[in-house]
């Protein structure tokens, strides 16, 4: 039986956020699915950007939610898949867009939303939750099993 591994960070500023992104996709591997959920304006496209820095995605290519193209493919060191389920109603929508495909494509996927739809998410992935912290800031919280997605968590860098 693996157990439940999860760490989490306040940030106080966007700036954090993207930087602790950062720090978790330089440790992103092909394969790797990250499935992000919190509310509107939590900060999941800020963390993706900076995951997308991570993954080494030249600044030329800014990432923005891929809110009408359903999804944003980038180049780094793996490509980056970057999806939003938040305008999506059904899981047929997230099929026929190639949601499955993309997740054997050889490079690494990134949900934004993907708790709307958690039947299609592999069970194996990086969960990270964000929520507004009180009186101000993030706090970040990811969670996976230990034995594929250990080398996100206790972060030395
Ligand atoms: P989402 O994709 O979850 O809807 P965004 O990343 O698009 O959220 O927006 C988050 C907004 O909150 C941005 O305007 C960002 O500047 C602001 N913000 C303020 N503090 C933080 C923080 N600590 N972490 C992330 N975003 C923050
Ligand atoms: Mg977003």
Redesign the pocket.
């Known amino acids: 039986m693996q157990s439940l591994v999860t760490q989490r960070c306040l940030?106080?500023?966007?700036e954090?956020?993207r930087a602790l992104g950062a720090r978790l996709g330089r440790r992103a591997r092909v394969g790797d699915i990250v499935a992000c959920r919190?509310?509107?304006?939590?900060?999941?496209?800020?963390?993706?950007?900076g995951f997308a820095e991570g993954l080494e995605v030249g600044s030329e290519n800014y990432v923005r939610?891929p809110t009408f193209a359903l999804v944003h493919a980038y180049h780094g060191r793996t490509p980056l898949y970057h999806f939003d389920f938040y305008r999506l109603s059904s899981c047929t929508e997230v099929q026929d867009i190639g949601f499955e495909e993309y997740l054997d494509a050889g490079g690494v996927v990134i949900i934004?939303w993907a708790d709307k739809f958690p039947t299609i998410l592999p069970a194996v992935r990086l969960e990270v939750f964000?929520r507004m912290a009180d009186p101000?800031?993030?706090w970040l919280q990811w969670m996976a099993y230990e034995a594929s997605y250990s080398r996100y968590f206790l972060l030395a860098d």
């Open positions: 940030t106080v500023q966007a954090e956020t919190g509310a509107l304006g939590a900060g999941k496209t800020t963390f993706v950007q939610s934004e964000i101000a800031g993030r």
